[in-house]
């Protein structure tokens, strides 16, 4: 099996994700995981997919039918097998916060990931509006990580639990291993 990325950029069609859902698995393709998200008048949608070689190679020749379909930027990515870098952990491990947002907060937080030695392989962020009893906007942060091969859990947990306070909010889940592609 071989993985790949496949974006949607373009005006609001109604039914994109359908459109690139109907593609992908016309073509033979799993969609692992996939995000929309709609700007104003445009909309992203993106999915990460697994298929057979010969497949990820007729998405990505097809893919001008896509574009014409959906009048779209459409960029389709084929990818190589994801691997574990040397000295990092084989399992992936992740965290969950919620805090108040702040101009800054994943700034802050990607950089104390990378002072751990932590390596990012996946981050969803979310935010809204909470308007009782004040207007406060809460933000959601969930990170998939490896570790490196040394590692001191409780010294990265304390710096999260500070930083989480800081920001107002609490870790919702704990670090810890998480099902993947690599475990």
């Known amino acids: ?20 859902a109907a593609f992908v698995a016309q073509r033979g393709g799993n969609i692992v995981k996939d995000i929309a998200d709609r700007f104003g008048d445009r909309v992203v949608v993106f999915m990460s997919i697994m298929a057979e070689p010969e497949n990820i190679a007729r998405m990505d020749a097809d893919k001008g039918i896509l574009r014409r379909e959906t009048a779209c930027d459409v960029v389709f990515q084929p990818l190589r097998e994801p691997t574990v870098p040397e000295g990092f ?10 805090t108040e947002d702040a101009p800054g907060l994943i700034a802050e937080l990607t950089l104390m990931i990378e002072r751990f030695g ?23 942060q969930n990170f998939v990580i490896m570790l490196p091969v040394h590692f001191d859990p409780l010294k990265f947990t304390t710096a ?3 930083l989480v306070q800081k920001y107002h909010g609490t870790i919702v889940t704990p670090l810890g291993k998480v099902p993947g592609l690599l475990s």
């Open 1 to 20: 099996m071989q993985h790949a990325a496949l974006w949607l950029l373009g005006p609001g069609v109604k039914g994109l994700l359908n459109h690139g």
């Open 118 to 140: 932590m390596l990012i392989v996946g981050h969803t962020g979310e935010r809204r509006v909470v308007s009782e009893p004040i207007r406060i906007i809460e933000a959601g």
């Open 89 to 98: 952990q084989k399992a992936l491990h992740g965290f969950n916060i919620v």
């Open 160 to 162: 999260l639990t500070d």
